[in-house]
C-alpha cells in the first residue's frame, strides 16, 4: 500500500496552466507505477496521463496529448503533471493512483485503465476551467 496525496488544483481560465502534484508516502514509491485520472459529473473516471515506476515510460490520452506533461522525482516521492493549454472541458477532479504494473505493460491509457488496482489512490482535487 501507498498513500498518495494531491495537491494543485484550482480555478483557472481557458488557455491558462496548472501543475499538479501527487505526493506519495514510503519508502518503495520508486517501485510503483502512478496514473493521472480524471471524473467530471455525469462521466466515468478516465486515465490521462501514466508513468512508470523509473520515469522511462510515459502514456497520455489523445485529449491530452501535446498539452499535458506526466512526470515523477523519486527522490523527492512526487509525481507531476503539468497542463497547458487548459479547456473548459478538462474541467473534473483529479486522482492519482499507483499500483506495481510492470514498465512493459503500461501500452496506453486504456492499459492503465485496466490495470490499475487498489494500491493507492489519492483524495483528488479539482481542477475547473472557465471559458
Known amino acids: 500500500q501507498v498513500q498518495l496525496v494531491e495537491s494543485g488544483g484550482g480555478l483557472v481560465q481557458a488557455g491558462g496552466s496548472l501543475r499538479l502534484s501527487c505526493a506519495a508516502s514510503?519508502?518503495?514509491?520508486?517501485?510503483?507505477?502512478v496514473g493521472w485520472f480524471r471524473q467530471a459529473p455525469g462521466k466515468e473516471r478516465e486515465c490521462v496521463a501514466a508513468i512508470s515506476k523509473s520515469g522511462g515510460r510515459t502514456v497520455e490520452a489523445d485529449s491530452v496529448k501535446g498539452r499535458f506533461t506526466i512526470s515523477r522525482d523519486n527522490a523527492k516521492n512526487t509525481v507531476y503533471l503539468q497542463m497547458n493549454s487548459l479547456k473548459p472541458e478538462d474541467t473534473a477532479v483529479y486522482y492519482c493512483a499507483a499500483d506495481q504494473i510492470p514498465s512493459y505493460r503500461i501500452t496506453s491509457v486504456a492499459s492503465v485503465n485496466r490495470e490499475m488496482g487498489d494500491a493507492g489512490w489519492g483524495q483528488g482535487t479539482q481542477v475547473t476551467v472557465s471559458s
Open positions: 514510503g519508502r518503495t514509491f520508486s517501485s510503483y507505477a
